[in-house]
């Protein structure tokens, strides 16, 4: 199976009602920016985290990946994702996107991917 793109979900003056779904066990392909960021929930008993892969380097080095706990239960909002440090460059298929990973059970997550306009 391959990741899955998620789309973004915009907040808005009027409110927005996030809607969520479990990703799939190879992870997701997910918007970057300023105002970007991940709203996940672990409905499990067991703990799980979730991993953004960063593309960026600092003096020729790769800056680690950003993994979050998620333990049984919580709620976490993980960003914002930004496009500098998360994105794949301009001509890629993925160009201002990410890759996200998760451990645990996949149909314990709910996740959504939200941004201010």
Do not use: C, W
Not at 50 to 75: F, I, K, N, S
């Amino acid at each position: 199976m391959a990741r899955q793109s998620v789309t973004t979900q915009l907040i808005t003056h009027a409110g927005t009602a996030p809607t969520a779904a479990s990703p799939n066990a190879d992870g997701d392909i997910v918007d970057t920016g300023g105002t970007v960021f991940l709203l996940v929930s672990n409905n499990g008993a067991s703990a799980a985290s979730v991993t953004v892969q960063t593309r960026a380097t600092y003096d020729g080095l790769a800056v680690e990946d950003l993994t979050v706990a998620l333990p049984a239960g919580a709620t976490k909002a993980i960003g914002p994702l930004s496009t500098a440090t998360f994105g794949f460059s301009a001509g890629d298929t993925n160009a201002k996107r990410a890759f996200v990973d998760y451990t645990g059970t996949p149909a314990d997550l709910a996740r959504s991917v939200l941004a201010f306009t």
